[in-house]
């Protein structure tokens, strides 16, 4: 399958580059590893550039991460106020309400908007959107082998990598397809520190976050004859294993590693009337289409959501939402089968 070049979006990208000083890079809230390292990507070549630069992503951002180049260039909302840029940069970001909508209130700024959401909305004024790559880093991988190849430092391959490392689960998810091991394998002649970072990013835990994955996966549920799983991460348990929220990455996986289920939930409780929800599927299960049903979104078979409401009514509406989906599933097989 051959893959958009956006040939006339990178020749705009580089007049841009060339014509202006001072750039913001905005990731989504909380944002994961393929954001920050497209982020950091970016802020290293633009730095290289001779720019101005500075990076927001609202909400938390997991520690591991600090040990990337140029991780001193994100700031603070407060911060942000004081910085007057040019361009912005919107990177893994599906819609500008993801970004405490900084994207969109500043339209005054061209913004340039590269992401791989399928619900991406192309609110930039040049928008390299590609659902088909399997991460934003990807599509900066793009961007910088087409304007610059010469540019690809080893930080910048290495912040490349962790994202692409970060959005496939290590190389395991379906988003793995030839153009992510072969950018991989480019970013390792780049100089990524392939082992290492995927030691540090995948492998390695903390001892607390540890303990804490210990009371999530005591929490593992199954539902409609094992089909279904949940499992939770309470305020009570982040207490009692000195864990936190931004180690939790990852876990939902274990309850998608269960034998025979389909459709997993992971639900942390952020207050006692606020719960972030996590969803993942296999095959054909559209889990994003749900989320957006509570104003979240995502990928097919990976999405997320909040929802200001207690646990238990979390857990209680979501599980009823995931049986109705497989119901639905059921009969639209049937349907099929009928029909031949
Ligand atoms: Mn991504």
């Known amino acids: 399958m051959s893959k958009s ?6 020749k705009r990208i580089v007049s841009l580059i060339r ?23 970016l802020t290293q070549y633009l730095i290289t550039a001779g720019k101005d630069v500075r990076c927001y992503a609202p909400g938390e951002i997991p520690e591991v991460y600090e040990q990337l180049p140029c991780f001193d260039r994100f700031v603070t909302e407060g ?18 309400r993801r970004t405490a909508d900084l994207a969109g209130s500043r339209s005054e700024l061209v913004v340039v908007n590269i992401d791989h959401h399928p619900t991406n909305e192309n609110f930039g004024a040049i928008n390299i959107v590609d ?9 900066v991988y793009r961007l910088l082998a087409d304007i610059d ?16 490392l970060l959005d496939t689960g290590g190389f395991r998810f379906q988003n793995s397809d030839a153009e992510v091991f072969a950018t991989a394998a480019k970013l390792i002649e780049h100089g990524a520190r392939a082992y290492e970072l995927t030691h540090e990013f995948i492998h ?18 199954i539902h409609s004859g094992g089909r279904i799983a949940t499992m939770e991460i309470s305020m009570d348990m982040l207490a009692r294993s000195g864990g936190f929220l931004r180690d939790t990455e990852g876990f939902i996986d274990y309850a998608g590693a269960i034998d025979h289920v389909e459709l997993c ?6 207050t006692p009337d606020q719960v972030r929800v996590s969803l993942r599927s296999r095959n054909d299960y559209d889990v994003a289409e749900l989320a957006e049903q509570y104003g979240g979104g995502g990928h097919r078979n990976a999405a997320g959501l909040v929802m200001n409401i207690d646990l238990e009514a979390a857990k209680s509406r979501i599980i009823q939402d995931l049986e109705k989906l497989t119901e639905r599933m059921d009969s639209n097989k049937e349907a099929v089968q009928g029909s031949e």
Not at 22 to 36: E, K, N, S, Y
Request: proline fraction near 4%.
């Open 149 to 164: 190849p010469e540019g690809i430092t080893s930080g910048i391959a290495d912040c490349l990598f962790v994202g692409i």
């Open 5 to 10: 070049s956006f040939q006339n979006e990178f």
């Open 265 to 270: 939930a992971l639900f942390r409780e952020i």
């Open 204 to 221: 390695a835990k903390k001892f607390n976050a540890l303990k804490l994955l210990a009371l999530a996966l005591d929490s593992l549920r």
């Open 79 to 96: 911060e942000l106020s004081g910085f007057d840029s040019e361009v912005i940069f919107s990177l893994d970001v599906p819609t500008p």
């Open 131 to 139: 659902e088909t790559a399997g991460a934003t880093a990807v599509l």
């Open 19 to 41: 014509e202006h000083e001072r750039f913001l890079i905005l990731g989504h809230v909380d944002p994961d590893g393929d954001c920050i390292g497209s982020i950091l990507a």
